[in-house]
């Protein structure tokens, strides 16, 4: 069993993550949202929402703050990490004035031979919670590649 085996089901410093009104607004922009509900709050008030509403994958931003990837307890070597993809499920709205808890565990991980080598597959959940309750969950894959033990990933 590798190191990286061995973390399955564990669970990273769970941290906390403010929902502010100007980077919703922000990020709207950036992906060209232009639903009233993402920028106005007298459309959201309108519509019984308490803020102005996240667009979708707004939580990606809490990336920054504390991505999976370069979690400490993965160890791994960045430069031989790919991102292999994710899905996300929405379960409430997010909104502008929310704060979050973000936690993010280790699902699974996959060592095999691939055609450049060995590499290790590692599934990880990151779920965005409000006052206790799941209001989204990100899970995806994290591909490195080359050896996984502990001398090629310090």
């Known amino acids: 069993m590798s190191r990286l085996t061995e973390l399955v089901g564990t669970t990273a410093q769970p941290f906390r993550f403010l929902v502010e009104e100007g980077k919703v607004a922000e990020f709207a922009r950036a992906v060209q949202a232009t639903d009233p509900l993402f920028h106005d709050a007298a459309a959201a008030a309108d519509a019984g929402l308490s803020g102005v509403l996240a667009a979708p994958t707004f ?3 809490s990336a920054h703050w504390s991505g999976p990837a370069s979690s400490p307890a993965l160890g791994l070597d ?3 990490v790919l991102a292999g993809g994710g899905e996300w499920e929405y379960l409430s709205p997010v909104v502008a004035g929310d704060e979050l ?3 993010t565990t280790v699902e699974s ?5 691939g055609s450049r080598g060995p ?3 590692i599934r990880v959940r990151t779920d965005f919670a409000r006052d206790g309750e799941i209001v989204q969950r990100y899970t995806s894959n994290i591909i490195q590649f080359g050896a996984v033990d502990e001398e ?3």
Do not use: F, H, Y
């Not at 991980?109 to 031979?113: D, H, I, N, S, T």
């Open 109 to 113: 991980v996959l060592e095999k031979q």
């Open 101 to 103: 808890e973000v936690v």
């Open 78 to 80: 960045l430069k031989r």
């Open 119 to 121: 590499m290790a597959v």
């Open 152 to 154: 090629s990933s310090a």
């Open 59 to 61: 939580s990606t931003a």
